[in-house]
């Protein structure tokens, strides 16, 4: 039986904002250039909120893990960004005691960020994923009434998968006004990133574009499993806690899969989380525990007095022109041109080696029938080979 969520004890002061975005990440090299991704993700969002006149009912906080140098002091925003975007300092003595042998434990980022933001509506984004303005109106049009639901907006359960920028492009860290223009010309076309597609109903078992759901919700179930302190399963986990009480909906579907990830996995290599993070152990989709409430009242890093900062306005760091000249219009063709020919190659290798997988295998199996009706009567074939296919269902050894 589904219920709505409860209302009681949360005070929001007229003033405060009405979404919170959250996000968490570091100073570091990770996969590539970071701090680009991170830099272009918050100028993004921020020029989409500014466009939409909305920069009073959006924050967005980053939860700055560990970072020596912190990302407040280094980042090149825009001063729309400034505006908007807060950093939460988790130092390295405390950090490092708290994440074990973890490289990065995102659930506790995330609920520490999420226990301190202000607005009414919490959303969930990686570091590097563009979050669109489609979104973003569509957001309002229901936060307002000017769209409506089957259930009411504050006890759902919002879930988008996202689309992907290909690595050829990425990982050249180009202009903004390229990464926007390339939105604008190819977002609608590019692949929305469900590995799961073949188990209906469980989109929210893969990469996340957007994880969004009321504050009072956040604090019913005390977030994300702290105990998940790896790499996957943190939302779906939290999401079968929660979808035992109230209802999923597939936002994505709603606004067009409007959020863009910035890859930084090689197209040629495994995109295995296993090689770069350790990663929490797999869950069983169809068997979750039955616990809603796990972590204790503390949950969020509540018993540390943690700084909410702004942006370091410094002279010393430059501001990014997010509006590139039209010189740079040639030479954006010009990297289309180069990135659609390595996307090209980067496949065909790719159909090359599962071609030859797919030949090894019935070279392998055509041998296997072959040994299975030699020296037997022709008409005994097609009895032997059912019987020999049954037997490979059934033990899985062909």
């Not at 967005?60 to 825009?78: H, T, Y």
């Not at 309002?140 to 089957?150: A, D, K, P």
């Not at 492009?169 to 180009?174: N, T």
Request: charged share 25%; glycine share 6%; net charge positive.
């Amino acid at each position: 039986m589904q219920r709505e969520c409860p209302t009681a004890g949360v005070i929001t002061h007229p003033r405060n904002p009405v979404l919170s975005l959250i996000l968490c990440s570091r100073n570091d090299q990770y996969m590539g250039n970071s701090r680009w991704r991170l830099e272009t993700a918050l100028n993004y969002v921020a020029r989409n909120v500014q466009e939409l006149g909305r920069e009073a009912d959006v924050e967005v906080l980053v939860a700055d893990w560990g970072s020596e140098i912190p990302l407040r002091d280094v980042l090149q925003l825009s001063p729309a960004a400034a505006r908007i975007v807060s950093f939460l300092l988790i130092p390295p003595e405390i950090a490092c005691p708290l994440q074990g042998d973890s490289a990065f434990p995102e659930v506790l980022a995330l609920n520490a960020a999420a226990r301190r933001v202000r607005g009414d509506y919490i959303g969930r984004i990686d570091q590097d994923t563009l979050v669109g303005g489609r979104f973003l109106d569509s957001f309002f049009e229901l936060y307002e009434g000017r769209r409506q639901l089957e259930i009411p907006l504050r006890s759902a359960l919002l879930f988008a998968n996202r689309r992907q920028i290909p690595y050829r492009f990425a990982v050249r860290c180009p202009s903004f006004g390229m990464v926007e223009r390339f939105v604008i010309w190819f977002g609608r076309w590019l692949q929305v990133d469900n590995h799961l597609k073949h188990r209906p109903g469980f989109f929210y078992a893969s990469y996340v574009g957007m994880w969004l759901l009321h504050r009072d919700l956040w604090n019913e179930c005390r977030g994300y499993d702290e105990r998940l302190i790896y790499m996957n399963w943190m939302e779906t986990d939290m999401i079968l806690r929660m979808k035992q009480e109230y209802t999923v909906v597939d936002l994505g579907q709603l606004v067009g899969h409007d959020f863009y990830h910035l890859e930084h996995y090689h197209p040629r290599a495994p995109k295995r989380a296993t090689g770069h993070r350790k990663v929490n152990p797999h869950m069983d989709l169809d068997n979750p525990a039955n616990v809603f409430r796990l972590n204790s009242e503390t949950w969020g890093l509540l018993q540390h007095p943690l700084d909410v900062v702004p942006y370091a306005r410094r002279s010393d760091i430059q501001t990014p022109s997010l509006d590139g000249p039209l010189l740079e219009f040639p030479a954006f063709v010009l990297s289309l041109l180069i990135i659609g020919t390595q996307i090209i190659w980067d496949g065909s290798i790719k159909l090359s080696i599962r071609l030859f997988s797919l030949f090894s295998t019935w070279r392998r199996r055509a041998g296997i029938a072959w040994k299975t009706v030699r020296g037997e009567p022709v008409m005994r074939w097609p009895r032997l080979l059912i019987r020999l296919w049954t037997e490979r269902k059934s033990t899985q050894v062909v």
